[in-house]
């Protein structure tokens, strides 16, 4: 005779009569922390495919593009990056920072050339190329001499490729050579002074646009100096345009040329500042290598002249305004 068999399977329970269990031992799972993360989104960093400094930067860039890039794609990030490489100050992030803004700074560059009379938002193109201006200072001042020597041929060559990447024209040879060698003249200024135990800031874009670069100061008499860093032709430059606007005479363009200095008033009202413009002549202070002064002694010597002469005692010193 064939067994029967029950048409339903049951779950084999065992009996747990004889086990005593105490809830309250227990703590109970906390379901509020499962959404903590999604308030509180964790700061993931990138991971690059490649060990080159340089090719890490850039393909981070890069990644940030949409699949097919316009040319604002980057425009979105650029303050959010800035403010990563101000509270991290880690030479990638700067460099990140930095070839972020090359588009939106190539366009500004463009503009002004095209239109160097005056042209519809000058005031805020102006402010993105000092900011582009300030972001490369800002990272040349953490790398290492090594970097410091590879870093003009290779962030050009990354920037010439985020550019096409986005369809943005790109730099031309001589603009990127004018901004590496004015920058390469403020930079070398600004170590010169902290290696010869003055104090030194690099300025904000509100001076920046006032002509001020850095203002340098002397620890103990706390005197300073507003400093507007020029290569020989761009102070020829603004010496002939100050006697032009009659804010110079003959005289003190002779003069200037001789001292390799003038002193110019800038700005209106209470932002009215004397500015040392401040010609960097290699016959003068020297040849620069890996953006600094090979022998600073000379443009120490300078920097003690004009804090005497000229130096100023109104107490604004890193707060200008």
Not at 87 to 109: E, F
Not at 229 to 255: A, C, D, I, N, Y
Request: aromatic content about 8%; hydrophobic content about 35%; overall charge positive.
């Amino acid at each position: 005779m064939t067994p029967r068999f029950s048409r339903h399977w049951y779950r084999f329970r065992p009996h747990l009569r004889h086990r005593h269990h105490h809830y309250g031992e227990y703590k109970r799972r906390d379901s509020a922390q499962d959404t903590v993360h999604l308030r509180i989104p964790k700061q993931v960093n990138f991971v690059c495919n490649s060990t080159d400094f340089f090719d890490c930067a850039e393909e981070e860039v890069a990644s940030r593009l949409q699949r097919r890039p316009e040319l604002h794609d980057l425009d979105r990030d650029i303050d959010r990056l800035k403010k990563r490489f101000e509270r991290t100050k880690q030479p990638h992030d700067g460099l990140v920072a930095l070839l972020s803004q090359v588009p939106r700074a190539v366009l500004a560059q463009l503009q002004m050339d095209q239109f160097p009379h005056g042209y519809r938002n000058k005031r805020e193109r102006l402010y993105e190329l000092i900011d582009f201006n300030d972001t490369m200072v800002n990272t040349i001042l953490v790398l290492t001499d090594t970097l410091r020597d590879q870093f003009s041929a290779r962030t050009k060559q990354a920037a010439d490729r985020i550019c096409k990447r986005v369809g943005a024209p790109c730099f031309t040879n001589e603009q990127w050579t004018a901004i590496i060698r004015g920058l390469t003249r403020e930079v070398a200024v600004y170590q010169a002074a902290v290696d010869n135990g003055f104090s030194a800031w690099m300025t904000d874009r509100s001076q920046d646009a006032l002509g001020i670069d850095m203002q340098v100061q002397d620890p103990e008499t706390k005197r300073y100096l507003n400093i507007d860093v020029k290569t020989p032709s761009s102070f020829r430059h603004r010496m002939e345009q100050l006697v032009h606007e009659g804010r110079l005479t003959e005289r003190q363009l002779l003069e200037g040329d001789r001292q390799n200095y003038i002193v110019e008033l800038n700005g209106h009202g209470t932002q009215r500042v004397a500015i040392v413009v401040l010609c960097i002549l290699p016959d003068k202070f020297g040849e620069l290598a890996e953006w600094r002064f090979i022998d600073s002694t000379k443009m120490r010597d300078m920097l003690v002249h004009l804090l005497r002469e000229h130096g100023l005692t109104d107490n604004r010193y890193g707060r200008m305004f």
